[in-house]
């Protein structure tokens, strides 16, 4: 058994310490289009658009600082521009082509049907897994999430 405070050589911290608490805020989404993404995510996938703002890259060119959010959550995406073919190279494939961001809703069919009727594209039809229903699409630059639901017994 470890002591408190101890640090873990494989973890690189302190095991057993006792932290403030602390939430994910924002993941980055790189993106082509700051419109038409915020038209995505608040349009097709019902987010609040919680920021839209001038801001400036590193080196004073304008750009906008863009934070969309599902409804009642405290974790949100910085939509963030694609700056140079590097950023442009990966838009859509952040995940390498994975499934790498999940969408957990209270009424999976209800979603789902809006999002349908929104032309938000599916790549998998709706089916029940163990954790609970699920149905993979693409979002506008072409990630892959999974949208979730609850279990139907």
């Given at each position: 058994?470890?002591?408190p405070g101890l640090r873990d050589a494989r973890l690189g911290c302190l095991v057993g310490r006792k932290v403030d608490?602390?939430?994910?805020?924002?993941?980055?989404?790189?993106?082509?289009?700051?419109d038409r993404a915020i038209d995505f995510f608040v349009v097709a996938l019902g987010f609040d658009l919680v920021e839209d703002s001038p801001a400036a890259t590193d080196d004073g060119r304008?750009?906008?600082w863009v934070v969309v959010r599902p409804p009642d959550s405290t974790t949100g995406l910085l939509?963030?521009?694609a700056d140079g073919a590097v950023q442009a190279?990966?838009?859509?494939?952040?995940?390498?082509?994975r499934v790498g961001f999940y969408l957990r809703v209270a009424d999976f069919d209800?979603?789902?049907q809006r999002m349908l009727t929104a032309g938000v594209e599916f790549v998998t039809e709706p089916r029940d897994e163990p954790y609970g229903r699920v149905a993979v699409f693409c979002d506008i630059a072409g990630n892959r999430w999974d949208l979730l639901g609850p279990r139907l017994d």
């Open positions: 058994m470890r002591r608490p602390v939430h994910l805020d924002l993941v980055a989404m790189v993106v082509e289009d700051y304008p750009k906008r939509l963030a521009k190279s990966v838009v859509g494939k952040q995940v390498a082509g209800a979603s789902h």
